[in-house]
């Protein structure tokens, strides 16, 4: 009779060492979202706060790519929904979701995995291709999250509350992306390689 080997914990880890560095990084990609949407500015006309989650969807997209990018984006959301206080503010709950900032949450999927896509075609080699491609990508979680807010407050209030008093924001949140990028870059490939 031949008895099957049961491997210990380290063996298994060793033999997917690839599985466990994408677990890892995405993890580690839900947790520098969950950190950055900690910096959060309430503005008083308005129920959208400005944050740095989009600053941390637009890095994870683009460093650690499409799916991967998209998957930490969704591990973010389901911490948040499973009661750990992720959102904004250190907020949580289903309730986030289902208010009035929730299209933004959830367009952060698309945004994370558009921006590692376009990277992934190499749009960061050229910096009007990466500008352009952090535009777009962006564009999705302005989209989702403008047209979920019209659907409490109507589609020129949710224009004018939830779009335009971000834009200045997000230029400068582009621009950190940009000068970040090599670093986070070097950094990545560093550990992926050690």
């Not at 997917?16 to 959060?40: F, H, P, Y």
């Not at 949710?158 to 834009?167: D, R």
Request: proline share 4%; charged share 10%.
């Amino acid at each position: 009779m031949i008895r099957a080997k049961s491997l210990n914990i380290s063996e298994i880890l060793s033999g997917n060492r690839t599985l466990v560095k994408n677990a890892m990084l995405t993890i580690g990609g839900s947790l520098i979202i969950a950190t950055l949407a900690q910096l959060r500015l309430n503005l008083p006309f308005s129920p959208v706060p400005v944050t740095g989650q989009t600053l941390g969807v637009l890095l994870v997209g683009i460093l650690l790519g499409a799916n991967r990018g998209s998957m930490a984006v969704m591990m973010y959301l389901t911490e948040g929904v499973c009661g750990l206080p992720v959102f904004a503010g250190g907020g949580f709950g289903t309730a986030y979701l289902l208010g009035p900032t929730g299209g933004y949450l959830v367009g952060f999927v698309g945004t994370a995995y558009l921006a590692g896509y376009l990277m992934q075609m190499h749009w960061d080699r050229n910096l009007a291709l990466l500008t352009v491609g952090i535009i777009v990508s962006l564009a999705i979680t302005f989209v989702v999250g403008t047209l979920w807010l019209s659907l409490f407050v109507g589609l020129s209030t949710a224009v004018k509350l939830g779009l335009m008093p971000f834009m200045t924001g997000e230029v400068l949140k582009i621009a950190v992306v940009i000068v970040s990028l090599p670093a986070g870059k070097k950094m990545l490939n560093h550990w992926q390689n050690s």
